[in-house]
Structures are given as C-alpha cells and as structure tokens.
C-alpha cells in the first residue's frame, strides 16, 4: 500500500500534524493506493499489460478497441497502474493510444502525482515530456504534485515540477503551501532543506500562512531548524526591494 505522506511522518513533526489537525482527522484513510498483488494477479487486458510493462501488448489491444482508460474496481486506469509499477514503454505506449494522463482515481490521484509520492524521477520525467500537466489540483487534501513532494522532502522531483510550471503557491484545504508542508511535516534534515532551498530559488511566497497566522520561518524557528530559518530568512530579504518598489514606496 502506498501511504500518503502523512501516515509516515514520526516524531515531532507527527505531534505538530495531529496539532494543527486536530484529532478528528483520519489521516490513515486518506492514503494513496497501489495496486496489491491479488489485483495485479487478477488484472486482464490493458491493465494486465500496464502491470508487466508490455508495451506490445498495449498497442495490440488499443488496436483492437480496449478503451485505454479503463478503470479497475478502485477507479485507476492503466496508466495509474503503469506509473505504480514503474512501466516506462508501456506509459508511452497507452499514451500513444489516446490514454488521459490527467485522469485520477478514486482518491483523486493523477499519474503524476502518483510519481512525485514515490520520488520516481524518471517515470515523472517521461510523463511530462509526454504532455502530463505539473499544474492539477489533486488527493483529498485539494493539493498538489509539488506540495505532495515538498513533504516527503524529494528534492529532484519538486525541482522537476517547478520546471514543469507546477504552482507554486497553492494552498490546500490544510491551508498549507508547499513551503510550509516542506517544513511542519519534514524533519528539518537535508533533504527538506533541499526541497525548500529549491521552492525558495524559485521565488515561492514565503508570506503564505496555516490557518494560524504562521509563516514557514515562524513553523521553522518553532520546530529549532536554523538551516530553513537561515535560508527563509534570506529568501524574505532578498525580495523585500523588489515587493517595496512594487508598492511604490521606501
């Protein structure tokens, strides 16, 4: 089963989740879902294919008129089940074949989503080159790929979304940014200041609060990490001329 990144967080920053949620909140239900070996056993025709990365087989059938998006009892088509399993020829194939790479699934899941979860660079990679959209609004949480990646802290990915023009500032129905998730659900360590460093280079709003007024750099002078506090720090001073000049005064 693949976990939505909250189910993963440990320590401090689990107590800081449960917190700012608050305690009536199943974090645990809304997880992101892979196929599991009984379904993938059982899969026929272009998901079959999808699952063993059988790109032949994926434009024999689309030839033959299997609709190529599909959906399995939990709503993925194959190309969600191709993402999952990492099938590169079989992605280019089923989009070769007319397959949506926006679709989601039942947790409102897209491709590409599904590959920032897993910090899968190079299946992301073929997405976007492909055509796959950096910008929609998926899961549960009304978020994002890159707020999704930001909290697992994988760096290339979030740096491959914001060449990819993914928003930077999207708040989801957390009311959490991608800056903010990269820091009230990391750990402070370095691969969540890397991730953040790159949503700072390029140029995320760090005045962006949670629904209590925090900033990132107040969520990470809370939390005692000094590289992000260094780092949002900078940021803020950095753009401070260019927002003053914006507003037409010193």
Do not use: C, F
């Amino acid at each position: 089963m693949m976990k939505r990144p909250g189910r993963a967080v440990a320590g401090p920053a689990a107590m800081a989740l449960l917190a700012v949620l608050g305690s009536s909140m199943d974090i645990s239900a809304q997880a992101q879902v892979a196929p599991g070996a009984a379904e993938a056993v059982a899969y026929t025709g272009l998901h079959a294919a999808a699952q063993r990365g059988d790109a032949a087989e994926v434009r024999r059938l689309a030839a033959a008129g299997a609709r190529p998006d599909a959906r399995d009892a939990y709503g993925r088509t194959p190309l969600h089940v191709a993402a999952y399993a990492k099938r590169h020829d079989a992605i280019r194939a089923l989009v070769q074949a007319g397959a949506d790479l926006g679709a989601v699934e039942r947790d409102r899941y897209d491709a590409v989503t599904i590959a920032a979860v897993a910090g899968d660079e190079e299946t992301l990679r073929v997405l976007l080159s492909l055509g796959a959209s950096a910008r929609l609004t998926t899961s549960r949480y009304d978020g994002t790929a890159l707020i999704a990646a930001a909290h697992l802290g994988h760096a290339g990915v979030v740096r491959q979304l914001i060449a990819a023009g993914a928003p930077l500032d999207h708040v989801n129905n957390l009311h959490w940014t991608a800056a903010i998730e990269a820091v009230v659900l990391g750990d402070g360590g370095p691969r969540h200041q890397e991730t953040l460093r790159a949503l700072v280079d390029a140029g995320a709003n760090l005045q962006l609060a949670d629904r209590q007024g925090r900033t990132p750099l107040m969520l990470a002078r809370d939390r005692g990490y000094a590289e992000m506090v260094r780092m949002l720090e900078a940021g803020a001073l950095t753009r401070r001329p260019a927002a003053t000049a914006a507003r037409g005064g010193g």
